[in-house]
T-cell receptor, first 114, second 113 residues
């Protein structure tokens, strides 16, 4: 089945130790998003790729980086995680420039920073 | 700044009743609004989209209304079932020039047998 797959589902890391989360999609969507969702909070957009064009949200910390080597894959790199980065990280896709697309989410990667 | 408000308290209802969830927004003129369902520890799942020129949308037991004057959307689940228990998020397009969404915190719905 076409879907959005995130790995790992659960990641525990130490303060300051870099971590990479991955997202792959078989939907052939041209837009990929990364959201951060802390406990009982709204998903917060970090950045998105429109094809190869990277779009960073103004308040996304420099600690967060992303790569999209091809249409199917996108990575979230957290260079020096802090305790406040403990959260669920959600990858989503859509095929849209028409501002009407539903988002297809993966199951998320739950990151715990100790 | 843009703000989306959903009732932070959980909504408890009995099976068979209609659940009504509210999404209010300020400092916004969204072209459309979406509703998602999120189960614990999982990613959100799209339910319905309603555009600014639509008053009401239905899908099976779900109904969404959109009042751009009141800046409010109501989400109804009729004949609710325990399996409907989840958190429901509303999301609006962010007027950023891209098709990005801004989400509310969501309201947890608990349907008891």
């Amino acid at each position: 089945d076409a879907m959005v797959i995130q790995n790992p589902r659960y990641q525990v890391t130490q303060f300051g130790k870099p971590v990479t989360l991955s997202c792959s999609q078989t939907l052939n969507h041209n837009v990929m998003y990364w959201y951060q969702q802390k406990s009982s909070q709204a998903p917060k957009l970090l950045f998105h790729y429109y094809d190869k064009d990277f779009n960073n949200e103004a308040d996304t910390p420099d600690n967060f980086q992303s790569r999209r080597p091809n249409t199917s894959f996108c990575f979230l790199d957290i260079r020096s995680p802090g305790l406040g980065d403990t959260a669920m990280y959600l990858c989503a896709t859509d095929f849209s420039s028409a501002r009407t697309g539903e988002l297809f989410f993966g199951e998320g990667s739950r990151l715990t920073v100790l | 700044s843009q703000k989306i408000e959903q009732n932070s308290e959980a909504l408890n209802i009995q099976e068979g009743k209609t659940a009504t969830l509210t999404c209010n927004y300020t400092n916004y003129s969204p072209a459309y609004l979406q509703w998602y369902r999120q189960d614990p520890g999982r990613g959100p799942v799209f339910l319905l989209l309603i555009r600014e020129n639509e008053k009401e949308k239905r899908k099976e037991r779900l109904k969404v209304t959109f009042d751009t004057t009141l800046k409010q959307s109501l989400f109804h689940i009729t004949a609710s079932q325990p399996a409907d228990s989840a958190t429901y998020l509303c999301a609006l397009d962010s007027n950023s020039g891209y098709s990005t969404l801004t989400f509310g915190k969501g309201t947890m719905l608990l349907v008891s047998p």
